[in-house]
């Protein structure tokens, strides 16, 4: 099994060499406002519905990775047969031949604690192990006879630009989704998708974005019209500057997030 996971090694290695690179980098960002320098780059994801209007400029984060460098997704009888679970953590190490204080093994726990924290009130949540468990989560929520589109955002120019001002190039379109689930990949050996929904409102929308660069986005974007049972540690508060409950908080999803929601239906 240790064979499998090398080029994993390899790439966590560069992204922890990334994200130092661009601490490093990101005072020297001077179309950024000054007020946002102390802020982790990759918390500028959010806003709040008075932004959603064409012509407005803002500081957006979006993670440009290779998608022949994620993890590999493993067929469920394979995910099945590993633990999952912060009490097997030393196995889990043993198993990937991690060392206890290396990086890999401080993501790995990482990613164990954060889907091991329960779901807060109205929401539903699993860290899906495999494509199917994916999906089942997703029947899980929608009805199993119900049919979903699946919803990301795109890059239409290539470019290695992460951080910078984005301004909103046509008039947001809202989108019909009474129930939405949300999956993101977590750092993990192999691929573990966080994927949560919300019984509370949520407002979704596909925004054209134009890139200081010249970068192009068609962007995925929710809001959501509840957070007063959210973490006052979340990191939306501190960038806009708000409490839980007095507000709703939208961001953009990253372009390896999945979005489902259901299929809208015809009648005669």
């Known amino acids: 099994m240790g064979l499998r996971f090398s080029a994993w090694n390899l790439l966590l290695s560069l992204l922890f060499l990334c994200a130092q690179v661009l601490s490093e980098n990101l005072h020297d960002s001077h179309s950024i406002p000054s007020h946002m320098n102390h802020m982790d780059p990759s918390t500028m994801v959010f806003f709040t519905l008075k932004d959603l209007k064409i012509g407005e400029t803002m500081p957006i984060y979006f993670r440009k990775r290779d998608p022949s460098a994620y993890p590999q997704a493993l067929p469920r009888e394979e995910a099945d047969s590993i633990p999952f679970s912060l009490k097997q953590l030393p196995y889990l190490l043993q198993f990937f031949s991690f060392s206890d204080d290396s990086p890999l093994a401080k993501a790995v726990e990482g990613t164990l604690n954060h889907c091991e924290v329960p779901p807060i009130e109205g929401e539903t949540k699993i860290c899906a192990t495999s494509l199917d468990s994916m999906l089942d989560f997703v029947h899980g929520t929608f009805g199993l006879e119900i ?3 699946v919803l990301s955002t795109k890059f ?13 190039l046509q008039v947001p379109k809202p989108m019909v989704a009474p129930k939405m689930v949300a999956c993101h990949i977590m750092p993990y050996p192999y691929a573990i998708f966080y994927c949560h929904s919300q019984m509370t409102e949520n407002k979704l929308f596909g925004v054209s974005l134009g890139g200081d660069n010249g970068d192009r986005v068609e962007a995925v974007a929710v809001c959501h019209m509840d957070t007063s049972h ?12 708000i409490e839980p409950g007095s507000s709703h908080v939208c961001h953009f999803f990253q372009a390896d997030n999945i979005v489902y929601i259901p299929a809208p239906t015809y009648h005669d």
Request: aromatic residues 18%.
């Open 147 to 149: 049919k979903f589109q």
């Open 156 to 168: 239409l120019t290539k470019s290695t630009t992460i951080f910078q001002n984005y301004t909103i």
């Open 230 to 241: 959210w973490s006052r540690d979340h990191a939306s508060f501190r960038v806009l500057g």
